[in-house]
């Protein structure tokens, strides 16, 4: 049982070089979450996915996109890098049941922009 | 979404009770208050959550009073492996589209450091 998967775990860029953040879950969760945390702070929602086919910024939304690709995935994609998006992204599913709404989160994407 | 306020550490001893309280004065209505714990280089992970009065799981209570203004999470006879970063999120479950959905709010959590 995978839970979330992200990938890649590591990656530097370029200031100005694009990339994706991968991001698939197979707990057939409805909603998903992308956020960032930056050294020694707390979890900082970027955008979240509600159900399939829907996205909605979150905290800090600015410099980044989405897009739900189906269920199971969720990419979060950086058009033109900057230093100050050097931090950790999380990528999370949820789902209610009994009564209880528990996120589970991937192992991280550690990004650095030089 | 309401603002959380916990200590920034706490310190233990193993085999000793931990209690970390989570002031969130402008709690709404319909907010949940849920507990996470984050390990170094790790994701967080789910430990509890609760409404009001008191839920108790097989890692932790949650005590929550009548006024729902502050929480405080019960770890019983910790080990050296609890010592990690315990988040306090408050927030609503909205409903959309038949699923439900939390915008969960991450504050700076509280370091505990567990001695041997």
């Known amino acids: 049982n995978a839970g979330v998967t992200q990938t890649p775990k590591f990656q530097v860029l370029k200031t100005g070089q694009s990339m994706t953040l991968q991001c698939a879950q197979d707990m057939n969760h409805n909603s998903m979450y992308w956020y960032r945390q930056d050294p020694g702070m707390g979890l900082r929602l970027i955008y979240y996915s509600a159900s399939e086919g829907t996205t909605d910024k979150g905290e800090v939304p600015n410099g980044y996109n989405v897009s739900r690709l189906n269920k199971r995935e969720f990419s979060l994609r950086l058009e033109s890098a900057a230093p100050s998006q050097t931090s950790v992204y999380f990528c999370?599913?949820?789902?209610?049941?009994?009564?209880?709404?528990?996120?589970?989160f991937g192992q991280g994407t550690r990004l650095t922009v030089v | 979404l309401a603002k959380t306020t916990q200590p920034i550490s706490m310190d233990s001893y193993e085999g000793q009770e931990v209690n970390i309280t989570c002031s969130h004065n402008?709690?709404?209505?319909?907010?949940?208050i849920t507990w996470y714990q984050q390990f170094p280089s790790q994701g967080p992970r789910f430990i509890i959550q609760g409404y009001k009065t008191k839920v108790t799981n097989e890692v932790a209570s949650l005590f929550i009073p009548a006024d729902r203004k502050s929480s405080t999470l019960s770890l019983p006879r910790v080990s050296l492996s609890d010592t990690a970063v315990y988040y306090c999120l408050v927030g609503g479950y909205f409903n959309a589209g038949g699923t439900s959905y939390g915008k969960l709010t991450f504050g700076q959590g509280t370091i505990l450091t567990v001695h041997p």
């Open positions: 402008n709690i709404a209505t319909n907010d949940y």
């Open positions: 999370a599913s949820s789902e209610r049941s009994s009564g209880v709404t528990e996120a589970f």
